[in-house]
């Protein structure tokens, strides 16, 4: 296994708050890790000192062998903050050319803008495209110079549907060519649909890091869906939402729970018994930590 970027202990405060409180990380080459967590937990920041734009107070980064700001290193990633400006007057492909002069071997143009659905935005102005659309191109512009490894700071904030999956599909493709991804989302299915290991931040550390099964398997919860229950009383059921006619159980024992609505003669149709999804296990680690 290649280890193309390893944070080693960062530690990052601003005035008094700690953003980054001993963090250590590794990325491995062809991996597509999904870092997430609350707001304010310190995944920006993570990110920022990772790509060298914001110094640690301690620790260190060696990114594919360098220092993170080294432009020998700084050729082989791509990375795409949460903010970003394009110049207004300049033409899509005009902007992917420039970015591409500025590495050895960039992606062919027409493959890059075909590569993440662009090619009809080709001859606009940057000025003139929508917000979605400036964001689509800033993400697509950081695999213009064919690195082997990818920062994107929640990639697609603020996309509809369509713009996502065609954003989604560009970082597979990247994916299945061996390049590696580090990514924010507040879209947990993000996460889910692309990473294949999950990093939880919380107030400066992470507090969980496995594959998405694994994480997922933390912790117990099931996820147990009825149509149209007259619930009794129940024990053991850590949270219930209804959602149209549908309504989830979440518990730490179905087969109890299934036992209590047969035993309480509840009537419902249609119960389904799944594991609990990323975002579940995202909110029973990241609220366990709060309550304690
Ligand atoms: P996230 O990306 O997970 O939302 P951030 O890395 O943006 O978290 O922030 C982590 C903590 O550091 C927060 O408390 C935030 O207010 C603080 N912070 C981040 N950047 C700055 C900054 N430039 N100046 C002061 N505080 C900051």
Same mark, same amino acid.
């Given at each position: ?17 700690i ?11 062809g991996?597509v ?23 640690p @107070?301690a620790g =260190?980064?060696?990114?594919? !062998? ?8 700084? /050729?082989?990633?791509? $990375? &795409? ?15 992917v050319?420039f970015v591409s ?9 027409t ?15 940057a ?23 990818v ?10 549907v369509?713009?996502?999956?065609a954003l989604?599909?560009g ?17 947990i ?12 931040? @919380?107030?400066? =550390?992470?507090?969980a890091? !496995?594959g998405i ?6 912790? /117990?919860?099931?996820? $147990? &869906? ?6 009794p ?36 149709t ?6 609990a ?6 909110l ?9």
């Amino acid at each position: 296994m290649t280890v193309l970027a390893r944070a080693l202990d960062l530690t990052r405060r601003y005035n008094g708050t700690i953003a980054l409180d001993g963090v250590s990380l590794e990325i491995a080459a062809g991996q597509v890790v999904g870092l997430l967590g609350p707001n304010g937990a310190g995944k920006s920041t993570l990110i920022n000192v990772m790509t060298g734009v914001v110094r640690p @107070d301690a620790g =260190r980064v060696d990114l594919c !062998g360098g220092d993170p700001r080294s432009e020998s290193t700084r /050729r082989v990633i791509g $990375v &795409t903050p949460q903010e970003t400006g394009l110049p207004e007057t300049w033409r899509v492909a005009e902007l992917v050319d420039f970015v591409s002069a500025h590495f050895p071997e960039p992606v062919d143009r027409t493959e890059l803008l075909d590569r993440f659905d662009l090619a009809p935005l080709a001859d606009r102005q940057a000025g003139g495209l929508s917000g979605g659309q400036q964001r689509r191109v800033a993400v697509a512009l950081a695999f213009a110079g064919r690195p082997r490894l990818v920062f994107l700071d929640e990639p697609t904030t603020g996309l509809d549907v369509d713009a996502r999956r065609a954003l989604w599909d560009g970082i597979r493709s990247f994916n299945a060519d061996g390049g590696a991804v580090l990514l924010t989302s507040h879209y947990i299915e993000e996460v889910e649909a692309l990473a294949d290991r999950v990093a939880v931040m @919380d107030r400066g =550390r992470i507090i969980a890091d !496995g594959g998405i099964a694994e994480i997922r398997g933390r912790v /117990r919860l099931k996820r $147990v &869906t009825l149509t149209d229950p007259v619930l009794p009383e129940l024990v053991g059921v850590s949270s219930v939402e209804r959602d149209a006619d549908r309504t989830h159980l979440l518990t730490n024992d179905a087969s109890a729970l299934v036992r209590e609505l047969v035993t309480a003669g509840a009537s419902f149709t249609d119960i389904e018994i799944e594991s609990a999804s990323l975002e579940d296990a995202f909110l029973a680690i990241t609220g366990d930590r709060r309550a304690t």
